[in-house]
């Protein structure tokens, strides 16, 4: 079952809510979200009290972003267990909840094989529901880690391909701190820029058709003050025709063993202007992310959503100060029938480098992934 609780915002301090948090209250453990369907009109937290609830918010992006979906995944486990519930119903549920990241998979997997060691080792209920709390309590520690280690390594790398700084960077989607335990993936490396005043300006695609640029990207460059401009997916093509991009950052739900990378649809069509252009196109992702079990790019399943997203306008594309959100105003003659990939996959010769907490990988082969992966498993 899920709770909502508004929490007013009357200035324009950063938010105080984590995208999410594990919580006991005396009526039993919780994992509380911070609904990213509300975004920006409302700080909203969606208290999930059981692995349904998180299915449905996984759904519905009330929490999204591959890392974060990762750590939700474990989170959802743990919470089926310490709840008393069949874990191994809730893990695969959690699991499928979307199919893309493979993140999530990856979080679910890592909770529910430390929830099963413990049981075959002749513990009890109680004790494997603490080692599957303990395993994403972990993850989320990893990720917050592996966000920072990103963000120097992609500031970096920036600064050796893009000498003299004052980097203009357009990204897609969103990748801050409501995908990430830290403060995410590719925009965490545009905030290192800003901070170390080499970002003249962070270009946002408002990222059509659920607006994860402009409700949440452009929500996240405004709290940290940096210089930003929202334009239309379709405006992109003309900024770099204008020669305004120095740079492409995106993140990545997965990516496959020979570099193929899935992510938010549209990413590769500036994946293709950037090449046309001459300009570098960056993924930041953490390790979690890469999926040696997909062998390229052919092989990712891409999520396919409802297509009122594309037909109507709906909650959460109005959920913003002042219109009242939900109610499917339609923007298309009813009974028309619509595409709407959640991702389309880049292939790995269009992918400049791919930037992760261990390493850089430039140029994007299956070797050079493998071999960083390698490396860090031995670390
Ligand atoms: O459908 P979403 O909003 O979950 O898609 C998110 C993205 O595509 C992000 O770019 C991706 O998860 C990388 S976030 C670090």
Same mark, same amino acid.
């Given at each position: 079952?899920?709770?909502?609780?508004?929490?007013?915002?009357?200035?324009?301090?950063?938010?105080? *809510?984590?995208?999410?948090?594990?919580?006991?209250?005396?009526?039993?453990?919780?994992?509380?979200?911070? =609904?990213?369907? $509300?975004?920006?009109?409302?700080?909203?937290?969606?208290?999930?009290?059981?692995?349904?609830? /998180?299915?449905?918010?996984?759904?519905?992006?009330?929490?999204?972003?591959?890392?974060?979906?990762?750590?939700? &995944?474990?989170?959802?486990?743990?919470?089926?267990?310490?709840?008393?519930?069949?874990?191994?119903?809730?893990?695969?549920?959690?699991?499928?909840?979307?199919?893309?990241?493979?993140?999530?998979?990856?979080?679910?997997?890592? #909770?529910?094989?430390?929830?099963?060691?413990?049981?075959?080792?002749?513990?009890?209920?109680?004790?494997?529901?603490?080692?599957?709390?303990?395993?994403?309590?972990?993850?989320?520690?990893? =990720?917050?880690?592996?966000?920072?280690?990103?963000?120097?390594?992609? %500031?970096?790398?920036?600064?050796? /391909? %893009?000498?003299?700084?004052?980097? $203009?960077?357009?990204?897609?989607?969103?990748? &801050?701190?409501?995908?990430?335990?830290?403060?995410?993936?590719?925009?965490?490396? !545009?905030?290192?820029?800003?901070? #170390?005043?080499?970002?003249?300006?962070?270009?946002?695609?408002?990222?059509?058709?659920?607006?994860?640029?402009? $409700?949440?990207?452009?929500?996240?460059? #405004?709290? @940290?003050?940096?210089?930003?401009?929202?334009?239309?997916?379709?405006?992109?093509?003309?900024?770099?025709?204008?020669?305004?991009?120095?740079?492409? /950052? *995106?993140?990545?739900?997965? *990516?496959?063993?020979?570099?193929?990378? !899935?992510?938010?649809?549209?990413?590769?069509?500036?994946?293709?202007?950037?090449?046309?252009?001459?300009?570098?196109? *960056?993924?930041?992702?953490?390790?979690?992310?890469?999926?040696?079990?997909?062998? @390229?790019?052919?092989?990712?399943?891409?999520?396919?959503?409802?297509?009122?997203?594309?037909?109507?306008?709906?909650?959460?594309?109005?959920?913003?100060?002042?219109?009242?959100?939900?109610?499917?105003?339609?923007?298309?003659? /009813?009974?028309?029938?619509?595409? @709407?990939?959640?991702?389309?996959?880049?292939?790995?010769?269009?992918?400049?480098?791919?930037?992760?907490?261990?390493?850089?990988?430039?140029?994007?082969?299956?070797?050079?992934?493998?071999?960083?992966?390698?490396?860090?498993?031995?670390?």
């Amino acid at each position: 079952m899920a709770d909502q609780y508004a929490t007013s915002r009357e200035d324009n301090r950063p938010t105080e *809510i984590p995208a999410l948090r594990w919580d006991e209250p005396p009526e039993g453990p919780v994992l509380v979200l911070l =609904d990213q369907t $509300r975004l920006p009109a409302e700080e909203v937290e969606l208290v999930c009290t059981d692995a349904a609830a /998180l299915v449905e918010a996984i759904r519905t992006l009330a929490v999204r972003g591959a890392p974060l979906l990762g750590v939700a &995944g474990a989170y959802g486990v743990a919470l089926a267990a310490a709840r008393g519930f069949g874990v191994d119903e809730a893990a695969a549920a959690l699991a499928s909840a979307r199919p893309t990241a493979v993140n999530l998979a990856y979080g679910v997997r890592r #909770a529910q094989a430390a929830h099963r060691a413990v049981l075959v080792a002749g513990g009890d209920h109680k004790q494997a529901a603490e080692a599957a709390l303990a395993a994403a309590r972990a993850l989320h520690r990893e =990720d917050a880690e592996a966000s920072a280690r990103m963000a120097v390594n992609g %500031l970096a790398l920036l600064d050796e /391909l %893009l000498p003299g700084g004052n980097h $203009r960077i357009l990204t897609h989607c969103n990748t &801050g701190a409501l995908v990430s335990a830290g403060e995410g993936t590719a925009f965490a490396v !545009a905030l290192a820029a800003h901070r #170390a005043g080499r970002l003249r300006r962070l270009w946002v695609d408002e990222t059509r058709p659920l607006l994860q640029g402009a $409700r949440l990207t452009a929500y996240e460059a #405004a709290r @940290n003050a940096m210089a930003y401009t929202l334009l239309t997916d379709n405006a992109a093509g003309s900024l770099f025709s204008a020669g305004e991009v120095d740079a492409v /950052l *995106i993140g990545a739900d997965r *990516i496959a063993a020979d570099g193929s990378v !899935a992510n938010k649809v549209g990413s590769y069509p500036l994946a293709v202007l950037a090449r046309y252009h001459h300009v570098p196109f *960056i993924v930041v992702a953490p390790l979690t992310t890469v999926d040696p079990d997909t062998p @390229n790019g052919a092989s990712i399943e891409v999520e396919q959503r409802a297509g009122h997203e594309v037909t109507e306008i709906t909650a959460p594309q109005v959920s913003v100060a002042g219109f009242e959100a939900g109610g499917g105003i339609p923007v298309a003659p /009813l009974g028309t029938q619509a595409y @709407n990939p959640a991702f389309d996959v880049t292939p790995p010769e269009l992918v400049t480098a791919i930037v992760t907490e261990e390493g850089v990988v430039s140029p994007v082969t299956a070797e050079a992934l493998a071999e960083l992966c390698d490396r860090s498993r031995q670390i």
